[in-house]
């Protein structure tokens, strides 16, 4: 479905109908310059042939007619120019639509996990205060400026937001770190044990990855999870694996995917 505006339809509607006639101009043109650079061509070979190489009327009628086909070929060129151009101006719209189809696929799909997250859970408290998922640190702490906090929880040793439950944030200072960025990973640790952190954490919290994130090496089962609605890890707890049978994998596929959805519940699953 297209999202051009009344406005934006109408100018490439002109535009297409602008572009077919000078496309058909151009053809006219090019049919005429043939007309012409043949009769040209005719008379080249005669005055080649001819003895007598003064002007006659009809060399003066020739130098008219090479003077007309230099002025269709002038005329046919400015054509092409024109036509260039605005297929050029079309294009411009066409990108600029389809850079808004791509922000309204964005704000789409924030709605559809937000609505996926509503069906999952009953009440957003229940979600928050009993997570099913462990959360790593670095998932929480993923802006650019949280750099080197993250570095010294990897020095540490650190992985999961549960471990920093008695962390000293003013330690920090001893590795260098300004104030500023200490007090940016304290208050983002606050806002976290306060319950306050976006929709993708609380939709993690109780329903896991998303199964495309976590199989995306696997196309044909993200595909098959995707038309029998299973979107989250936390779905696959009483999925049968054996049904995949029926689907064309082969018992070593079906192994693989036990293995990967078990290894992920095992690391991450409370």
């Known amino acids: 479905m297209s999202l051009f505006g009344v406005k934006e339809r109408k100018e490439i509607v002109e535009l297409n ?3 077919d006639s000078l ?5 006219e043109m090019k049919d005429r310059e043939e007309q012409l650079l043949n009769i040209i061509q005719k008379r080249d070979i005669e005055i080649a042939n001819s003895e007598d190489s003064s002007k006659s009327p009809y060399d003066k009628q020739l130098e008219k007619i090479s003077l007309e086909f230099d002025k ?3 005329e046919n060129f400015n ?6 151009t605005l297929k050029l101006n079309n294009l411009s719209l066409i990108t600029e639509n389809n850079e808004k189809i791509e922000e309204y696929d ?3 799909n924030n709605l559809k996990i937000e609505n996926q997250f509503l069906r999952l859970s009953e009440k957003t408290d229940i979600v928050i205060e009993k997570p099913r998922y462990k959360i790593l640190i670095k998932d ?3 802006a650019r400026k949280y750099y080197e906090f993250k570095k010294v929880c990897d020095d540490l040793g650190y992985i999961y937001m549960s471990e920093l439950e008695n962390f000293d944030f003013e330690k920090l200072a001893d590795s260098g770190m300004s104030e500023t960025k200490i007090n940016n990973a304290k208050n983002e640790y606050i806002k976290f044990k306060n319950n306050e952190f976006s929709l993708e954490i609380k939709e993690y919290l109780i329903c896991g990855h998303k199964v495309s994130k976590i199989f995306f090496r696997y196309r044909k089962f993200i595909s098959y999870l995707e038309k029998i609605k299973i979107s989250f890890i936390s779905q696959l707890e009483n999925f049968d694996f054996e049904s995949l049978k029926a689907e064309n994998f082969s018992p070593e596929q079906i192994e693989k995917l036990k293995e990967k959805t078990n290894e992920y519940n095992k690391l991450r699953k409370i």
């Open 17 to 19: 109908i602008l572009i």
């Open 23 to 27: 496309q058909k101009k151009i053809l």
């Open 72 to 74: 269709v070929k002038s």
């Open 79 to 84: 054509l092409k120019t024109e036509n260039n």
């Open 106 to 108: 964005e704000i789409i």
């Open 140 to 142: 929480l702490y993923s």
